[in-house]
Nanobody
């Protein structure tokens, strides 16, 4: 059983940056495709970005393209989401998810973390 843990959320001013991390206790995320989702109050959960384990393909939702970067740290067995130029509309709970499927841009994931709050406000 893969137990995912997110970290790195917090309060940041507009234009600021945060780096979210996703890891699994005593296990590496190598061999899993990883996605980041977010859910804002009163809104449905949406996919933000994903990374395929097979060829490293990355996908981003339009609203974060050019600002967010998903990448894998194989030495640590973790996956990160670097978020730059943050906007108030990025405020949400961010979740990481893992699947053994090479295709990552989907909602059906096998494992989910508990989420980390990101708040962008002045």
């Amino acid at each position: 059983q893969l137990q995912l843990v997110e970290s790195g959320g917090g309060l940041v001013q507009p234009g600021g940056s945060l780096r979210l991390s996703c890891g699994a206790s005593d296990l590496t995320l190598d061999g899993y495709s990883i996605a980041w989702f977010r859910q804002a109050p009163g809104k449905e959960r949406e996919g933000v970005s994903c990374l395929s384990f097979r060829d490293g393909t990355t996908i981003y939702t339009d609203s974060v393209k050019g600002r967010f970067t998903i990448f894998r740290d194989s030495a640590k067995g973790t996956v990160h989401l670097q978020m730059n130029n943050l906007k108030p509309e990025d405020t949400a709970i961010y979740y990481c998810a893992a699947t053994s499927d090479a295709y990552c841009w989907k909602y059906e994931y096998d494992y989910w973390g508990q989420g980390t709050q990101v708040t962008v406000s002045s």
